[in-house]
T-cell receptor, first 119, second 114 residues
Framework: GAVVSQHPSWVICKSGTSVKIECRSL??????MFWYRQFPKQSLMLMAT?????????EQGVEKDKFLINHASLTLSTLTVTSAHPEDSSFYIC???????????????FGAGTRLSVL | GNSVTQMEGPVTLSEEAFLTINCTYT??????LFWYVQYPGEGLQLLLK?????DKGSNKGFEATYRKETTSFHLEKGSVQVSDSAVYFC?????????????FGSGTQLTVLP
């Protein structure tokens, strides 16, 4: 099946620094990628939809200036957590939609996630 | 709006027991339905899907049938194994709009004991 690589898998940073997380579709092209946040023992919360070559669409309540998303190519989207604080500590997961899957398929393939710990 | 309601966990079963995890949904139009599985420390993996009413998705011994009349997509497996221990998420995708975003249920933790 399709593979989505997410890097790094775990990052620890100091409060006030910025952290960049990469999401790559390895064997398919993805015009649309999604970024989620998952709190312990809870479901995934969609943060934003990343569109190749255009601005990301953020969900209500998600700070655009805090979580910068860049989708510069059909296989790469990045999420930068700017000026991170302890409350930003969480598990961040990306997914990429296989654009060949058709209207009713919507097959999304997920990365393994990035655990961010802000000290 | 769209929403997914899942059976609350955690669920603990003995090996070879029968598994049912209930999932119901609320959606406009005709959504596609999915079950994803998340093993410890990993991202989500698609387990099975169904795109229209009465479709049955199946994979690795798991099954779920898209029931439009009861707006349900319950996950079942006849004989669970220890390796099935994971968190299971029911999800739907909107049938309109170009983004095809997924809406997830809250997840159900399954533990299978030997």
């Amino acid at each position: 099946g399709a593979v989505v690589s997410q890097h790094p898998s775990w990052v620890i940073c100091k409060s006030g620094t910025s952290v960049k997380i990469e999401c790559r579709s390895l064997d398919f092209q993805a015009t649309t990628m999604f970024w989620y946040r998952q709190f312990p023992k809870q479901s995934l919360m969609l943060m934003a939809t990343s569109n190749e070559g255009s601005k990301a669409t953020y969900e209500q309540g998600v700070e655009k200036d805090k979580f910068l998303i860049n989708h510069a190519s059909l296989t790469l989207s990045t999420l930068t957590v700017t000026s991170a604080h302890p409350e930003d500590s969480s598990f961040y997961i990306c997914s990429a939609r296989d654009q060949t899957s058709g209207i009713y398929q919507n097959i999304q393939y997920f990365g393994a996630g990035t655990r961010l710990s802000v000290l | 709006g769209n929403s997914v309601t899942q059976m609350e966990g955690p669920v603990t079963l003995s090996e070879e027991a029968f598994l049912t995890i209930n999932c119901t949904y609320t959606a406009t139009g005709y959504p596609s339905l999915f079950w994803y599985v998340q093993y410890p420390g990993e991202g989500l993996q698609l387990l099975l899907k169904a795109t229209k009413a009465d479709d049955k998705g199946s994979n690795k011994g798991f099954e779920a049938t898209y029931r439009k009349e009861t707006t349900s997509f319950h996950l079942e497996k006849g004989s669970v194994q220890v390796s099935d221990s994971a968190v299971y998420f029911c999800a739907l995708s909107r049938s309109s709009g170009s983004a095809r975003q997924l809406t997830f249920g809250s997840g159900t933790q399954l533990t299978v004991l030997p």
